[in-house]
């Protein structure tokens, strides 16, 4: 790799092609919903996720429960070293952790992270989604637990509105998985707000300005299902989902699942995702290109483009300084 004074100026396409898989965990090999954020004080990013233990020989989906909030850190948001779990206070070991949404505000970073009870082995019982704040993404101090009106919220993600206010949008699985939304007007106290999308089922929503307007992207099981909002508050349906075929990079052969967008300036980002490679209980993190073109958001995750984060392109709520 071209580094220091001598790298081109004007990188073509197949420069620093983005790495495929970005991410596999070293531990349980299931890493899932993943976050990216660039970090200042230490200068590096930082990819927190689900830790799913995919190497477990648990019944049912029990796998998929009692698993930790993983981290890995990056200099260049390339090449990347699992660093540790999360320990985050008022919970007993076996508990279980999922999808981290992660934001800069005020000096300090927010994390709102899904919280269930114990390790089970279906989807039923109560779920809650957790606010947390730390000064360093490593010492956290808990804050509450959302108010959200419904038995099983999970799947949080937070967007400033323009009215100064923040809208968080979250997956109900008490009212058909449809997303619904809370209001904070300073990312600690939150009331909810009503539905957002309820055209169908989805979770793990992901909210961001791209191409003069914004966008929601979920799963849907079968691609990521795409909104588009000139608001934040009426969404219309793209009706061709996102990574709803296989790839042909490595271990990016399967439908894409629970996104998350780090943009890059106002008219390009990085989606990043994971994939389920052959079918299995195992999960790959991958990162492609999106853009808006003709109206549409568009992401092809075979296209070669040069893959290299810009702290200073990425949006100030992600750490960065646009």
Sequence with gaps: MTTGPTAPLNPSPQADPAPAPLFTDPVFDGPTDPTAVFDADSGLWHLLYTQRRATAADAGVAWVHGTAIGRATSPDGREWTYTDTLAL????????????ELLRHDGQWHMYVTYLQGTRDDWTGP??????????????????????????????????LPDGKWRMWFKDESRESRIYTADSPDLFTWTPSGPAVTDQAQEGPTVFPLGGV???????????????????????????????????????????????ALTQGPDEG?????????????????????????????????????????????PALRGGGA
């Design 127 to 160: 779920a809650e989604i957790r606010h947390y704040t730390s000064p360093d993404l490593t010492d956290w101090t808990y804050r509450s637990t959302l108010a959200l009106d419904s038995a099983r919220a999970i799947d949080a993600t937070v967007h400033r």
């Design 89 to 100: 206070p008022g919970a007993e070991p076996g508990d279980t952790w999922w999808a981290p």
């Design 270 to 314: 990085f989606l990043y995702y994971f994939t389920h490679p052959g079918g299995g209980r195992r999960s790959t993190v991958q990162v492609a290109r999106l853009h808006v073109r003709d109206g549409w958001l568009r992401c092809d995750r075979d296209e070669p483009f040069p893959y290299r984060p810009d702290p200073a392109k990425a």
């Design 214 to 260: 914004y966008w929601m992207v979920t799963d849907g099981w079968s691609g990521l299902l795409v909104h588009r909002s000139t608001d934040l508050e009426h969404w219309h349906r793209q009706p061709v989902p996102l990574l709803a075929g296989p790839g042909r990079r490595a271990f990016d052969e399967a439908l894409g699942h629970h996104a998350m």
